[in-house]
């Protein structure tokens, strides 16, 4: 069993930069792939990034690629999401979540283990 705390979520003008930390407890990350996806009120979750275990392959999705950069320390069992230029509508709930390497990282349905949750605001 894997325990996903993140954190590093807060309000922040738009603009402005954040990172998100997803910290893992009772088992090693090392072999599992993370994605970051996030939540706006009244919508569906939604993908944001993703990486393999090795880090040898990132996924972002589209509109983010170039603003957002997902990172791992397997050392650290932890998995950050840097988010620069924000804008009001990255404003979310932004979860982490971990799952299988090998499968279609896009999709929430290879995710074993997510967190709780932290709430990103962005102000305009």
């Known amino acids: 069993q894997v325990q996903l705390v993140e954190s590093g979520g807060g309000l922040v003008q738009a603009g402005g930069s954040l990172r998100l930390a997803c910290a893992a407890s009772?088992?090693?990350?090392?072999?599992?792939?993370m994605g970051w996806f996030r939540q706006a009120p009244g919508k569906e979750r939604e993908f944001v990034a993703a990486?393999?275990?090795?880090?040898?392959?990132?996924y972002y999705v589209g509109s983010l690629k170039g603003r957002f950069t997902i990172s791992r320390d397997n050392a650290k069992n932890t998995v950050y999401l840097q988010m620069n230029n924000l804008k009001p509508e990255d404003t979310a709930v932004y979860y982490c979540?971990?799952?299988?390497?090998?499968?279609?990282?896009?999709?929430?349905?290879?995710?074993?283990?997510w967190g709780q949750g932290t709430q990103v605001t962005v102000s305009s």
């Open positions: 979540a971990g799952g299988r390497t090998g499968g279609n990282l896009y999709l929430i349905t290879e995710y074993i283990y």
């Open positions: 009772g088992r090693t990350l090392s072999n599992y792939a």
């Open positions: 990486i393999t275990w090795s880090g040898d392959r990132i």
